[in-house]
């Protein structure tokens, strides 16, 4: 889930529910401006993208790949 993502990346998004919630939506806003994907609070296509991008990059390096 998005929520558990963000989560791994640093970014609190309060309880892992499946719900965004207030929380969830404040650390979507904080990853988004920390990685110039503009202004908002709501996960889109390039959020995934951004997130999955990321998790994937950290699984090749920690592998020395």
Not at 19 to 30: D, K, L, V
Request: aromatic letters at 6%.
């Amino acid at each position: 889930s998005i929520q558990l993502l963000l989560r791994y990346e640093g970014f609190d998004p309060g309880p892992v529910d499946g719900y965004a919630g207030s929380r969830t939506r404040s650390a979507i806003a904080a990853f988004r401006a920390a990685n110039r994907l503009g202004d908002g609070d709501r996960h889109d296509d390039a959020l995934l993208h951004a997130l999955t991008h990321r998790l994937g990059a950290v699984g090749h390096s920690a592998h020395g790949t």
